[in-house]
């Protein structure tokens, strides 16, 4: 990625390739709310299913579900979400500008104030944050006044009510995390996999949070995906396992989705912050063109969730050990990764500017690339023999058919979006049932024979 390029770049090529669009917009959109378009929707679904090759299929000891987006109420006062799930909000008096307490006073420390003294602990605890408001001289970011009303809590929960009334008894919510369905639904997969510790549950889906402060794109949003696993293991094995899911996700970043190891970072959060139920935990943050933003949390959560279930639903959650013969809560870990966050990553390192020829460029991986074979018959009139070729690929890969305009100018539309590999169909080279590849990186061409074009691909793309 070029360090000049700014968000707003990014969002006008995501608009005008297809890789996300502003919702209901023919009805003037919803703030912050974004749709993923044709090529966006393949790219976030490459990520998850590299998400799933990496930690599910490659793995013997894990396992996938899928829970539902509206759970039992009970399960958000368990876990603590209904009671404590909120940030500290403030109204600046002067424009009337909503922000998050916490976050301005990290951004002023980012950019290099020191924190007083006493800052460290529950920064998210209101008394506290209005006198660190008022200390540090935070200022609106958007009229500079120093002048904010008092700061108050505001639950993320984003609420819905089921049945045809709307009282509080049919009050429900949109989940916030996955992760609850995972030590909701732990005793089942326990007992229905006969799996021994270490074992770990895995989930990606959408998730809700009623954001104060939505913005920077795709990045914070009141409706999202996340990818979350909980590795439950012996407690007295947690330290290690902490330490090897550390280096699993940054593998997973560098090595799977590539992004350049100089755009990611991994804050561990210093012990007197933690939240009362962790035990270690940090962020993955990677370095988008508005600054360094979280893309994953990890945490050993102690058995604080499945201890928290057993007593609000007085069902026993204990692991039996058949070999020591022993009964005991596992310690989770829990890698838990956004996956818009890790899409808007991914197209922010794949931005590249051709300044000799004024051209922009997605430059993905081929894994991540969304289309990955472009067919294009040279003259419109092969149609169905291109057509044919198309047939063939799909089968196997993700590919796009276009006959509209010059060959030149759509193998550049193709290289706009880093297509690993064009076929350009013929009538001479068909004849002797082949085909030309081109391919992205190095604009080399190849003749290669139909009938071995599905394998030719299957082990470049490997
Ligand atoms: N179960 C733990 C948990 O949910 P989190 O740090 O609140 O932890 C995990 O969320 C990840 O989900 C974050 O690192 C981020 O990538 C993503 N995420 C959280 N809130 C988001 C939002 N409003 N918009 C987009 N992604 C979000």
Known sequence: MTTAVKMKDIVNLCQNRGFVYPWSEIYGGLANSWDYGPYGSLLKDNIANLWKKEFIQKRTDNMLIDASLIMNPKVWEASGHVGGFADPLMDCRECKA???ADKLVDNKIEAGENEPAWYAGDKTETKRLDEIVVEMWIECPDCKAKNFS??????????????VTEDGSALAYLRPETAQGQFVDFANVARSSRRKLPFWIAQVGKSFRNEITPGNFIFRTREFEQMEIEYFVEPWKDDEAFKMWKEN?????????WLSPENLRFSPIKKEELPHYSKEAGDFD?????????????????DYDLKAHMTASKQNLAYFDAV?????????????????RITLAAICDAYTIDEENNRTYLKFEPRVAPIKIAILPVVKKLWHLAKEIYTQLSEDFVCEYDEVW????????????WVPFSISVDSEEYEKWNVTIRFRDSMEQEIVKINELNEFIRIRLK
């Open 324 to 340: 020591n013969n022993k009964k005991f809560l596992p310690y989770v870990i829990e890698p838990a990764m956004g996956l818009w």
């Open 98 to 100: 909503r922000w998050r």
């Open 249 to 257: 996700s940054k593998n997973f970043f560098e090595n799977i989705i």
């Open 406 to 417: 010059a060959i030149w100018k759509r193998f550049a539309r193709m290289d706009e979006i």
């Open 150 to 163: 008092d700061i108050k809590k505001f639950n993320l929960m984003l609420k819905t009510f089921l049945w």
């Open 286 to 302: 990677y370095l988008y063109p508005f600054g360094w933003g979280e893309i994953e949390t990890l945490a050993n959560r102690t």
